[in-house]
């Protein structure tokens, strides 16, 4: 005899407060051995895809429905209302006891920052890249540096969390193109590893530099001209009145 009590459990921001999203609304009926199930995602962030799996607990055992169909679960779910069918017939065959649900919403995985194309770090500054979605939390990755899809250095080859702080070296290459890639294992999910692109460049603008450089050039040169000593003439010369000139009188003696 098949016998099917239901029980939902919502799993709901399991990781902290980065886990926005809320599971409502999840509405469950039961006939014979089929159940529909509904619920809906909420997500303050706009655009965000998510894995949602949705699991039964049977007797202190926790199985994932494989059963179904309908829409909201899978790989690539976004914020919306959704329902589904399980075929309890066919995963489980005959059974007794309570039955309860769970659905589980993790957000794919995803860097927070930088979050665009586009932005520019200093060199001599410290910028804290950060990411979130999959299991990266649970995950140690390499972290490396790439430009133009070509690999530059790794920068560390062990950071464990969701955050790696990089102070950019004062010699780094000028130049847009940056990117850093994240290497750790199956389980963070990692079907983009790869952060936006962004830019290095100078601590100081070149034009900073170069600007005060020709104005304290130009005001030499205007000292000079204005405080112009003029130099010694030539003997003789009577346009150079600090030049002395001489009246030598040559005399042809008679023979």
Same mark, same amino acid.
């Given at each position: 005899?098949?016998?099917?009590v %239901?029980?939902?459990?919502?799993?709901?921001?399991?990781?902290?407060?980065?886990?926005?999203?809320?599971?409502?609304?999840?509405?469950?009926?039961?006939?014979?051995?089929?159940?529909?199930?509904s619920?809906?995602?909420?997500?303050?962030?706009?655009?965000?895809?998510?894995?949602?799996q949705? #699991?039964?607990?049977l007797?202190?055992?926790?199985?994932q !429905?494989?059963?179904?169909?309908?829409?909201?679960i899978?790989?690539?779910?976004?914020?919306?209302?959704?329902?589904?069918?399980?075929?309890?017939?066919?995963?489980?065959?005959?059974?007794?006891?309570?039955?309860?649900?769970?659905?589980?919403? +993790?957000?794919?995985?995803?860097f927070?920052?930088?979050a665009?194309?586009? %932005?520019?770090?200093k060199?001599?500054?410290?910028?804290?890249?950060?990411?979130?979605?999959g299991?990266?939390?649970?995950?140690?990755?390499?972290v490396?540096l790439?430009? #133009?899809?070509?690999?530059?250095r790794? %920068?560390?080859?062990?950071?464990?969390? +969701?955050? #790696?702080?990089?102070?950019?070296?004062?010699?780094q290459?000028?130049?847009?193109? #940056?990117?850093?890639? !994240?290497?750790?294992?199956?389980?963070?999910d990692l079907?983009?590893?790869?952060?936006?692109?962004?830019a290095i460049?100078?601590? +100081?603008? %070149?034009y900073?530099?170069?600007?005060?450089?020709?104005?304290?050039?130009?005001?030499?040169?205007?000292?000079?001209?204005?405080?112009?000593?003029?130099?010694?003439?030539?003997?003789?010369?009577?346009?150079n009145?600090?030049t002395?000139?001489?009246?030598? +009188?040559?005399?042809?003696?008679?023979?």
């Amino acid at each position: 005899m098949k016998r099917i009590v %239901l029980y939902l459990l919502l799993l709901v921001g399991m990781l902290g407060q980065n886990w926005a999203q809320e599971v409502i609304g999840v509405k469950a009926t039961g006939k014979k051995d089929r159940v529909q199930i509904s619920f809906q995602l909420i997500d303050p962030v706009p655009d965000r895809w998510f894995q949602v799996q949705a #699991y039964g607990i049977l007797n202190s055992d926790t199985f994932q !429905l494989k059963s179904i169909t309908g829409f909201g679960i899978g790989d690539s779910v976004q914020a919306g209302s959704y329902s589904f069918f399980w075929e309890a017939g066919k995963d489980l065959g005959r059974f007794r006891g309570d039955l309860s649900f769970q659905i589980r919403a +993790i957000p794919h995985f995803y860097f927070q920052a930088p979050a665009m194309d586009g %932005l520019t770090f200093k060199r001599g500054k410290v910028f804290k890249f950060r990411w979130f979605g999959g299991n990266s939390i649970q995950d140690t990755f390499k972290v490396e540096l790439f430009r #133009y899809d070509k690999p530059v250095r790794v %920068l560390d080859s062990k950071v464990a969390g +969701i955050s #790696y702080t990089w102070e950019i070296p004062g010699n780094q290459a000028l130049g847009d193109g #940056y990117q850093i890639k !994240l290497t750790g294992t199956e389980q963070s999910d990692l079907r983009n590893p790869f952060s936006p692109t962004f830019a290095i460049e100078r601590k +100081i603008p %070149l034009y900073q530099i170069i600007v005060p450089a020709v104005a304290a050039t130009a005001g030499t040169i205007a000292f000079l001209i204005l405080r112009r000593v003029p130099l010694p003439g030539t003997p003789g010369d009577p346009d150079n009145e600090d030049t002395p000139t001489h009246n030598t +009188i040559f005399k042809i003696p008679n023979n």
